[in-house]
């Protein structure tokens, strides 16, 4: 249940959030959720021995979910091809992957698309969600770290949160929204003392109570703050938080202002390099995040405001306060924090007029949210205040990452040796004798200023080094994309294609799902490079290939084995949904011309179809079958597509298996 996720005993404000208020909320319908099939297509994806027949009845129960998704297929696939009437017909073309995807949407989208929060902008909200899923999906193919459709739910449902507590409790949540501004600290803050509960903990309530597993739900959880999710370093978990934080700050940048976009540029382009994504990769992607993003809008019925280019800036400081632009002389940033008022102006005003940006506290408490905000290079503290004194305003800085290199400069009438170590202890780095002289503050503020002036000319080697190893990580990745992939016609090559067929067997072990094969050897292509020439063959096979790619399903996978020959990975494709695919590539190619210099050259393809069940017990069985299947192909005339059984066996007129003493049957 989604109350068990939540804290404890948590309670809000004159509004107590207990378990019980949490379930009535959802079975009164008032907490975002998806609704009927939408749920049940996103919990089906764990079952085993699923078919696309019964997704295909869990979508029919719902006609207007059905009829979106049939309208989807066909604005994807329009131009010239047979028109999409069923949603079986829906799946073949986009696949269950998709599908989900597009039910997820719709089912949230429409049922949350406005609200009762007169602060919370819903339009907003779904196309920056929108475009942060789109994006996490493109990062993900790239990375590899989860399954790009996958990609997609989490990155969608990563601020559910936010929008339920505007559905829980839309007037406090604008107050809170509010007083917040920009801030997202602030945000999580003001949250926790309106509702016992932030929008990241209600996210992972959620995530969990919809059945989402551990592995995508803490990423999404610490998403907006990496560092607070302590994972191990290099570890998936790690790998994934960050993936989900680059792109929501993708989206955000792709939705900001220009003075914002400067702001965001180089933090966006700093966790693209950790993921292997130099600028110019940002910069594509960008561009083809704009283009699918207007595509599912306009099927979702979301705003999608028109993207600009992506400039891309210098990375950002790991730690801004520290950034290697800072020497001594220059102007700072300084903090001022003392309850005595009068202090606290002939400090600031000093300092002002030295030529300074200061800002000023009159608590630990309200210099602790400054200091995250700001992030100021040197903060000048009072050791005695009310509340959060001096030395415990240390102690809670020195915690934070920012706050471990700002120069902590103390006012103090105190000479106690006991009380000097313990502030050295709490990260104190001087001290200046009350009452006050400006002489002596503008010699401590210059030993200050060189320690600043060392931790930048730190700051800048580590910088060089970051920007290499990050390069260096980009000039590998390229390296090894170019190793698995086929130079001529740049689809996966055959090391591909065996490692990833590879992983969907074990896959498809582990969750029993079907897992289908297809080997596409081109007609006649050797009279093709006898007749007219070895470029001329080139061009056949590039054509080809883009033919297959166009052609084939968003979740199949096709590469080029060597030579004239293909092999197509179909992943949750069964035996009748592979020979449909099978049939449509088949005429695909039959209906192309290759060459336009050389009109009267028409290319066909043959095609083995074999998928796994009793009798494969590996891929190179399953690959053997497919090959066998084309040569039956090849044998009864070419331009056609034959479907391979394993040895021994044969079908029943039920469509089930059963040993035989026959030679293996190929349709």
């Not at 998806?34 to 919990?43: D, E, N, S, Y």
């Not at 393809?605 to 690959?623: E, F, H, N, Q, Y």
Request: aromatic letters at 6%.
């Amino acid at each position: 249940m989604l109350a068990h996720h939540l804290a404890p005993g948590a309670a809000m404000v004159n509004d107590p959030l207990d378990n019980a208020r949490i379930e009535a909320a959802r079975a009164a319908g008032n907490l975002p959720s998806p609704k009927g099939v939408a749920l049940t297509l996103l919990q089906l994806a764990d079952k085993e021995n699923v078919t696309n027949q019964e997704i295909a009845r869990v979508i029919k129960s719902d006609p207007a979910l059905a009829g979106r998704i049939i309208r989807a297929a066909n604005s994807v696939h329009a131009g010239g091809r047979r028109p999409v009437a069923s949603v079986n017909d829906a799946l073949v073309v986009l696949g269950f992957a998709v599908v989900r995807q597009l039910a997820l949407s719709f089912s949230l989208i429409a049922s949350y698309s406005g609200g009762k929060c007169d602060g919370f902008d819903y339009r907003a909200f779904w196309s920056h969600s929108l475009l942060t899923a789109l994006a996490t999906r493109a990062l993900c193919a790239r990375k590899r770290v989860i399954a790009a459709e996958e990609g997609f739910i989490i990155g969608l449902l990563q601020r559910i949160g936010e929008l339920a507590l505007a559905t829980l409790y839309p007037m406090e949540y604008t107050r809170v929204l509010k007083e917040a501004g920009s801030s997202r600290v602030e945000l999580l803050r003001g949250e926790q003392r309106a509702f016992a509960i932030d929008h990241s903990e209600m996210t992972r309530a959620m995530l969990f109570d919809w059945g989402l597993p551990e592995a995508l739900v803490e990423p999404a959880h610490f998403h907006e703050f990496p560092e607070r999710g302590r994972f191990e370093r290099g570890s998936r978990a790690e790998t994934l938080t960050q993936l989900l934080c680059a792109a929501r700050l993708l989206a955000e940048l792709a939705l900001a202002d220009e003075g914002q976009r400067e702001t965001l540029s180089p933090r966006v382009l700093e966790f693209s390099l950790r993921l292997g994504v130099d600028a110019a990769g940002l910069g594509e992607m960008l561009g083809s995040l704009a283009k699918d993003w207007a595509e599912w809008g306009a099927i979702l019925q979301v705003e999608t405001p028109p993207i600009a280019p992506f400039q891309p800036g210098a990375p950002s400081r790991a730690f801004r306060e520290t950034s290697a632009k800072r020497v001594a002389g220059e102007k700072l940033r300084i903090l001022v924090v003392d309850d005595d008022a009068a202090i606290r102006m002939l400090v600031a005003t000093a300092l002002t007029n030295w030529g300074h940006s200061v800002y000023s506290a009159s608590s630990g408490e309200e210099a602790l949210r400054l200091a995250v905000e700001m992030s100021p290079q040197i903060v000048v503290v009072d050791w005695v205040m009310p509340g959060m004194d001096g030395i415990a305003f240390c102690r809670a800085l020195r915690a934070t990452g920012m706050g471990r290199t700002m120069y902590v400069l103390m006012l103090t009438s105190m000479e106690d040796e006991e009380q000097v170590m313990e502030a050295f202890e709490a990260g104190v780095d001087d001290f200046l004798a009350k009452p006050v002289n400006l002489r002596m503050l503008a010699a401590r503020l210059s030993a200050g200023q060189r320690v600043i002036a060392m931790q930048a000319e730190i700051e800048r080697d580590k910088d060089e080094i970051r920007r290499f190893a990050a390069e260096l990580a980009v000039s590998n990745r390229r390296l090894k994309d170019a190793a698995l992939t086929d130079a001529l016609t740049g689809l996966p090559n055959r090391r591909y294609a065996l490692d990833r067929l590879a992983q969907e067997w074990a896959g498809t072990a582990r969750l029993s799902r079907p897992l289908a094969v297809m080997m596409i050897d081109i007609d006649h292509f050797k009279e093709v490079n006898d007749s007219h020439g070895h470029e001329a063959g080139d061009q056949v096979l590039a054509w080809v290939a883009e033919r297959l790619k166009q052609t084939a399903r968003a979740s199949d996978i096709v590469c080029r084995l060597g030579g004239e020959e293909f092999l197509l990975i179909a992943p949750g494709a069964d035996e009748e949904s592979a020979r449909i695919a099978a049939e449509r590539l088949r005429a695909a190619v039959e209906a192309g011309a290759p060459l336009n210099e050389i009109p009267s050259l028409r290319v066909t393809v043959s095609l083995g179809v074999a998928s796994r069940m009793p009798g494969v017990a590996d891929t190179a069985g399953l690959i053997r079958l497919a090959d066998q299947a084309v040569y039956q192909a090849k044998a009864g005339g070419r331009n056609r597509v034959s479907v391979a059984l394993p040895q021994g066996f044969e079908k029943k007129p039920d469509g089930s298996l059963k040993f035989s003493t026959s030679p293996p049957l190929n349709r």
